[in-house]
């Protein structure tokens, strides 16, 4: 029971954290006309959606399942069922979603989901991104590996692997866009502020 009860809270957890960005592209929407690059302009950000949009939906929807149905297929049947372990992953992913709403906030306007070639958007350093340069897909990694660490069945690994690989490439595409885009500032702030891990400060 314990553990159902951590596989269906962590249910709601990512139904909230991607509930928040549906609303965030529905706002940008009605802002500027542009959905924040949910769809993407760019030809390889739409292909990728078509790998990322069921990986989500099995992410958000996989939790439910296992939390209420009963017997589960072999895809669907959990390699462990450890509440031991379960809440703590459950309670990292509620600081990932608390942290991405902090994240989010300092973006405010300038949020976007992957590469509009057309918008010249100013560069957000302050904030989580003075530490890391991609804090909100760190924080979507963390969350994602929470996940698997409560829902560890063939089916969730297999959508945690495809969801942390498709955000690593995603994270250095973007770079590449932004080093065109805004050049030696870019670059200066790459070469002081580490990619998803903060990096530790080096001796003097």
């Given at each position: ?55 989500v939906i099995v992410w958000i929807v996989h939790p439910f399942v ?139």
């Open positions: 029971m314990a553990y159902r009860l951590a596989a269906f809270s962590l249910g709601l957890i990512v139904a909230a954290y991607w509930w928040r960005v549906v609303r965030m592209a529905r706002k940008a929407r009605r802002a500027t006309g542009r959905a924040a690059n949910f769809l993407p302009a760019e030809p390889v950000g739409r292909a990728l959606r078509i790998v990322w949009v069921p990986v296992t939390a209420v149905a009963r017997p589960h297929p072999a895809a669907l049947t959990p390699l462990w069922a450890s509440a031991w372990l379960a809440w703590p992953a459950v309670a990292l992913a509620a600081a990932c979603l608390r942290a991405s709403h902090r994240c989010w906030k300092v973006m405010g306007k300038n949020w976007r989901m992957g590469i509009d070639p057309a918008e010249h958007n100013p560069l957000v350093m302050a904030g989580p991104f003075a530490r890391v340069r991609h804090p909100i897909y760190a924080l979507s990694q963390a969350m994602m590996l929470a996940s698997v660490a409560v829902i560890p069945t063939p089916l969730m690994i297999a959508a945690g692997a495809t969801h942390v690989f498709l955000l690593q490439w995603e994270a250095r595409r973007e770079e590449r866009h932004l080093l065109r885009l805004h050049g030696q500032q870019y670059a200066d702030y790459c070469a002081r502020v580490a990619r998803f891990i903060p990096a530790l400060p080096r001796p003097r």
